[in-house]
Nanobody
Framework: QVQLVESGGGVVQAGGSLRLSCAAA????????MGWFRQTLGKEREFVAA????????QYADSVKGRFTISRDNSKNTVYLQMNSLKPEDTAVYYC??????????????WGQGTQVTVSS
């Protein structure tokens, strides 16, 4: 089992930036596929970004491509989501997740508690 704790959410104006962090405990992030998802009230959780276990493959939702960047720091056992050029529609609770297959949302079996991101217009 891996425990995940997100941080870095907050309120930002449209066009601004935030960096979310996901600290892992129990397993190293380099041994897992890691992803970010988001959810707004009344909607299903949606995929945002992920990378493969070896870190060589990254995948992004079309809605965030070119604006968001997923990365990890193995020495800190932490995964990041750098979010630039934020839009009001990016407002959501963001969740970090760990799993066995980066491309399969059903394969994410460990989830953090979420961090709220609010983008004001």
């Amino acid at each position: 089992q891996v425990q995940l704790v997100e941080s870095g959410g907050g309120v930002v104006q449209a066009g601004g930036s935030l960096r979310l962090s996901c600290a892992a405990a129990g397993r190293t992030v380099s041994s897992l596929s890691m992803g970010w998802f988001r959810q707004t009230l009344g909607k299903e959780r949606e995929f945002v970004a992920a990378f493969s276990r070896d870190g060589t493959i990254t995948q992004y939702a079309d809605s965030v491509k070119g604006r968001f960047t997923i990365s990890r720091d193995n020495s800190k056992n932490t995964v990041y989501l750098q979010m630039n050029s934020l839009k009001p529609e990016d407002t959501a609770v963001y969740y970090c997740a760990a799993g066995s297959r980066y491309y399969d949302p059903q394969a994410y079996t460990n989830w953090g508690q979420g961090t709220q991101v609010t983008v004001s217009s």
